[in-house]
């Protein structure tokens, strides 16, 4: 090799280097991690929105990584306790009040005023909330609502029920052909008609002193609500078994009339999507209406070395983060007000529907008693609602199934 | 050089305590402990020690201490992000009252007996069938292996879709011969038959491909001779077979066992313990203890208590096959 080939191949090398390790001239070097909020282009849109950021802060070099939700939990936990957790990460909706009681979080009530807490929809801040700190910046809220198909109530002639009596009504009359009147699932998203049909009564999983409630007379009479449904024979008797894509495979497929599922349901349909509309939000025979949402935040990492940095990103990436739906079909609705109003949303005739009859009346997980406090992360998780849903999907034993959900409650507040 | 000087006609480790003479019977004399003592210091000994030391230390690192570890989690109550108290044997009385567990042990002994039985009579069965000269044997060997290849998320997963409803193809099959549905995630009772089955269906390709190994080593000459006597098949089967692969089966028996007790993917990605608990063993429950109740302590003593009855029921097995 002669010294003019060697130069040559060192000065490529070098250029290559500068070019590939641009984010080693940065001061500050930020791990972003942020959960799967929607589909390849969601993930395209949150990394060129953190270029953006990087190309906007050149003492700053923030990378993205997203990550799964398989495992997220763990993902999170193991990072925690080896000592690389990340400076910044989007979470599920009580990730960060856990956190925060185990010491690993900081509290973002600065950033939460310099942005202005009216720019957050109502009870969203509260939601975040805990020991008088603001835990985490509220980013989504994620709803449960009841949507129908059209073209079977159309066919059958019955007009969109808008009570509880009614609903049980429509779905039998809808039952039958290979048709069911409701499907849901024995997964997750199936175990949320627990906490949606309790606070559409008025009950709840707590009660105002936050001790458990789901034995009492409301949320008991909305729990037997569903297995009446279930021995009316109005649901999909392989409900227990699914899971929500199935459930919603099903719904799409128009086996059934009624799926209780999240505000961009539509958009999951295909072809599907407009025979699909938005049910109001049922009146319980004591004329409440009502159902459950969660906040979904951004939480700072107290295991961070840039603090200040980490905020300027936090509150960039919510002044800024518009496109991740427009452009990326997130999931969930905005907790900014201002994004709510984007034509994106309002164009959308269910998800339009959703924000202005569902958010409204909902309500925190945690209702009646409100707010966040550690203890719903494994309430959230723990999966004994589920196993409470599969047993009334199942006809089961209902009023034994709540005695040991009650129970098992019990034991996880006294934890 | 010094490895030369090693008697290798001998076994290297036949030291002190491989000796005929009873050590704790007989109390040693001066001269006796000097023996010993010599013994110990003597490169018989001390050499294969020494090569012996980063086995030992590997075997400590990735073994013995996570094995402590486990064990002190179970004492304590914390999660994995908040290091816990000692808290005694409280986690274990706990899980004695706790019916989710009654529950877990109830099925993890379901699963694995009748795992056991299924798969080792659907592999002995097969094995004998593939011992025998059918056309595309080689074929069918390989066709039958499948199973056992196929990625148990791909295979469980495409379970999964064929059992899920009414549209499913079971219940197409079913329907064809004018059977109403069978909701088999959905009932718990035909969730625990489902689960069962496919793990059949995963674990029968290792016992046949054991088995046929086991098979194929029976001299030829003893069935000639059971013939020449008299012996029926049936006869044959009993009397030479089974005796001969009697070894081989304790043992695989047992390594099925422990598979089906550790198993998790089965019943995760098939019911993900459900419905209503029906399908969920002990290693799921470890893992609900652990990551979704958030309770360290818990989940240690579960995985513990699975440990502890898996080398009991391993102990206990060694020693009947040792008696006879």
């Known amino acids: 090799m002669t010294a003019n080939t060697l130069r040559r191949r060192l000065a490529a090398s070098t250029a290559l280097l500068a070019l590939s390790a641009g984010s080693a001239f940065a001061e500050v070097e930020l791990d972003f991690w942020d959960q799967v909020w929607g589909g390849p282009e969601y993930i395209a849109t949150a990394g060129a929105l953190v270029e953006a950021f990087n190309a906007a802060h050149p003492d700053i070099h923030v990378t993205y990584r997203s990550v799964p939700w398989a495992s997220w939990y763990e993902t999170y936990v193991t990072a925690i306790a080896s000592g690389s957790a990340p400076d910044i990460s989007t979470g599920a909706g009580f990730q960060a009040v856990q956190f925060y009681d185990f010491g690993e979080i900081l509290p973002v009530g600065d950033v939460a005023s310099a942005i202005g807490a009216e720019t957050f929809a109502a009870g969203t801040l509260e939601a975040v909330t805990y020991d008088e700190q603001i835990v985490a910046l509220p980013w989504t809220l994620d709803t449960r609502a009841i949507f129908y198909r059209t073209d079977l109530l159309e066919a059958a002639g019955i007009t969109p029920p808008t009570t509880w009596e009614e609903f049980r009504a429509a779905t039998k009359a809808l039952t039958g052909n290979g048709v069911y009147g409701l499907v849901s699932s024995g997964d997750t998203t199936g175990s949320h008609w627990v906490s949606s049909i309790t606070i559409n009564n008025g009950g709840g999983l707590f009660d105002a002193e936050r001790k458990a409630a789901l034995a009492s007379d409301a949320s008991t009479e909305a729990l037997h609500f569903l297995a009446d449904l279930v021995a009316d024979g109005s649901v999909n ?151 409470l849903i599969q047993t009334i999907w199942q006809g089961g034993d209902v009023d034994a199934a709540i005695a040991d959900a009650q129970a098992h409650l019990e034991d996880v507040l006294a934890d | 050089m010094w490895m030369r000087r090693l008697p290798m006609h001998r076994p290297i480790l036949k030291t002190c305590w491989q000796t005929d003479l009873p050590m704790a019977a007989t109390p040693l004399s001066t001269s006796a402990w000097r023996t010993r003592a010599r013994q110990l210091l003597s490169p018989d000994f001390v050499t294969p020690a020494v090569m012996l030391i980063p086995s030992l230390a590997l075997i400590c690192l990735v073994i013995a201490f996570p094995v402590a570890k486990g064990l002190w989690f179970s004492l304590t109550d914390g999660s994995l992000l908040r290091p816990g108290h000692f808290v005694g044997l409280e986690n274990y009385i706990d899980l004695l009252g706790d019916k989710s567990f009654w529950n877990a042990v109830r099925f993890s002994t379901i699963f694995a007996i009748c795992n056991i039985i299924g798969c080792y009579g659907l592999g002995l069965g097969l094995a004998l069938l593939m011992q025998q000269d059918i056309p595309c044997r080689g074929l069918f060997r390989v066709l039958l292996l499948m199973p056992w290849i196929v990625p148990s998320l791909v295979a469980i997963v495409s379970w999964r879709w064929m059992v899920a409803d009414e549209k499913a193809l079971f219940n197409q099959i079913i329907a064809l011969f004018g059977g109403s549905p069978v909701y088999f995630l959905s009932d718990s009772t035909w969730a625990v038959v489902v689960v069962i089955a496919i793990k059949i269906w ?67 990605l098939l019911a993900q313990g459900g419905p209503a608990g029906a399908t969920e063993n002990l290693v799921v429950l470890a893992y609900r203890e652990t990551f979704a109740r958030n309770d360290l302590g818990m989940g240690a003593a579960v995985s513990f208590v699975t440990l502890l009855v898996l080398m009991a029921l391993f102990t206990f097995v060694l020693r009947l096959q040792k008696e006879d």
């Open chain 2, 202 to 268: 995963r674990s029968f390709p290792f016992m046949m491909l054991s088995l046929l190994a086991a098979l194929q080593t029976i001299d030829r000459s003893l069935y000639e001779a059971a013939e020449i006597d008299g012996a029926t098949p049936w006869q044959a089967f009993c009397h030479v077979t089974m005796p001969a692969i009697r070894n081989i089966s304790i043992v695989l028996c047992l390594l099925m066992t422990i598979w089906t007790v550790n198993d998790f993917d089965t019943p995760w």
């Open chain 1, 237 to 387: 008797p392989a409900s227990a078994g699914y899971s929500n894509d199935d459930a919603i495979g099903s719904f799409v497929r128009g086996e059934a009339a009624f799926i209780l599922n999240s505000p961009n349901l539509a958009d999951l349909a295909g072809e599907a999507g407009p025979n699909i509309a938005v049910l109001p939000p049922l009146t319980s025979p004591h004329g409440t209406k009502g159902t459950v949402y969660w906040v979904n935040n951004i939480m700072v990492y107290r295991q961070t070395e840039h603090p200040e940095e980490t905020m300027t990103f936090l509150k960039w990436w919510s002044d800024n983060q518009l496109p991740l739906w427009t452009e990326g079909n997130g999931a969930g609705l905005p907790a900014r007000m201002a994004y709510q109003q984007d034509a994106y949303f309002t164009e959308r005739e269910q998800v339009s529907d959703v924000i202005a009859e569902y958010l409204p009346v909902a309500k925190p997980m945690s209702a009646v008693a409100g707010g966040t406090f550690p203890a719903m992360n494994v309430v959230d998780g723990d999966g004994f609602l589920r196993t």
